[in-house]
């Protein structure tokens, strides 16, 4: 059974970082699409980054939500079985919790938040002004 660690996340001002990360475990982490994905109180769950996985062509171009704009780094380690999202300029926009999420699914849906099979629990970013 796939399980899912979030650590990191936290307060921080505008225009600071902040580190995710996300471990994986219970299958083969080559096998999965990797996603970040975001909740804000009152508002839908929101795609932010997705990288493939290993076996789907083109797997090292990552996916990022349109606000991202550069801002935001994916990155997979597939040593250690963990994927991380580097947020730099943070915005007081971007408060919400991230999760991240595995699944077995092509490139093309790795943006839509309803196929992937497991998430984690959750981490909250607050980003103040």
């Known amino acids: 059974q796939v399980q899912l660690v979030q650590s990191g996340g936290g307060l921080v001002q505008a225009g600071g970082s902040l580190r995710l990360s996300c471990a994986f475990s219970g299958d083969t982490f080559t096998w999965y699409t990797m996603g970040w994905f975001r909740q804000a109180p009152g508002k839908e769950r929101e795609f932010v980054a997705a990288l493939s996985s290993t076996i789907s062509p083109n797997s090292d171009n990552p996916f990022y939500g349109e606000f991202v704009k550069g801002r935001f780094t994916i990155s997979r380690d597939n040593a250690k079985n963990t994927v991380a999202l580097q947020m730099n300029s943070l915005k007081p926009a971007d408060t919400a919790v991230y999760y991240c999420?595995?699944?077995?699914?092509?490139?093309?849906?790795?943006?839509?938040?309803?196929?992937?099979?497991?998430w984690g629990q959750g981490t909250q970013v607050t980003v103040s002004s």
């Open positions: 999420a595995a699944g077995r699914l092509p490139p093309s849906l790795s943006q839509t938040s309803r196929v992937y099979e497991t």
